[in-house]
């Protein structure tokens, strides 16, 4: 590619998709708990026939259209990457089997229907997550498996020195079982340039089901002070009920607005 194509693709490419290192949001929760269903992609990669050209933040709910303009404009077939494909485990240029989704010059659209699907309306969402926003009957309560318990416990290593992030959850019921309802009660800490924690209570009673009731979502947060609560407040009744009651101490924290 000679140098005043590269520069017409470089300018294409900033005006679809803007700069570099894009970023939706500093915490991934924040953004996804109103978005649940969206196809969100964090630091994805985006690539050209011959290798990389983008990476970044993408909602393909919402920036489909914008991948197609890039297409069409530069004539080059663009291929989107999961985060650990786009920093460098790919060697060699992007093909429809690696990518999660590509589109085309002329239109042509793909994508791994195993992970998404399209909804009415035309729009990408996460198989088995959308959420229609009609009133459906409640469907036949499942049997709760109340006797089945697990403790789990986890740590997330902070990136940049910090002691990250852990958290210590109960599950009464099968998580992850098709059909069989489950509660979760959290209790999660962190530690960086502040530090916080929150409690989290979740009951599914009916796992990959749609809700039968439009889903209501709100997040409450003081933004300012020392000690800064929030509460995220996450229905779709007979899908998934969340509470979550959280607090931030200490100075500003990019992770942790």
Known sequence: MNEALAAQHARAIECWLGPRGRMLSYERAVYLNPYCGHVVEFNAGVWFAGGQVWWG??????????LAGLAAETGETVYVVWEDDGRGRLRHPASHDQAIYWVSPDGAVGMQRS?????????????????????RLPRRPAMWRFWRLRLHA?????AR?????????????????????FLRLECAWFRNVAAGGWVEVLWSPSPRQH???????RLLRLPRGPVRPWVALDLAPG?????????????KDPRWQ
Request: proline share 6%.
């Open 57 to 66: 933040d993408l909602d393909l709910t919402v920036d489909e259209g914008l």
């Open 115 to 135: 992970i998404y699907e399209r909804v009415p309306g035309g729009r990408l969402a996460i198989r088995g997550l959308w959420r229609d926003a009609r009133v």
């Open 154 to 158: 986890e740590h997330w290593a902070g």
């Open 161 to 181: 020195g910090d002691d990250g992030s852990s958290c210590l959850a109960l599950v009464l019921g099968e998580r992850g079982a098709e059909g069989y309802p």
């Open 211 to 217: 809700a039968w009731l439009p889903p209501f979502n």
């Open 239 to 251: 899908e998934r009920d969340r509470l979550q009651l959280g607090v931030v101490v200490g100075p």
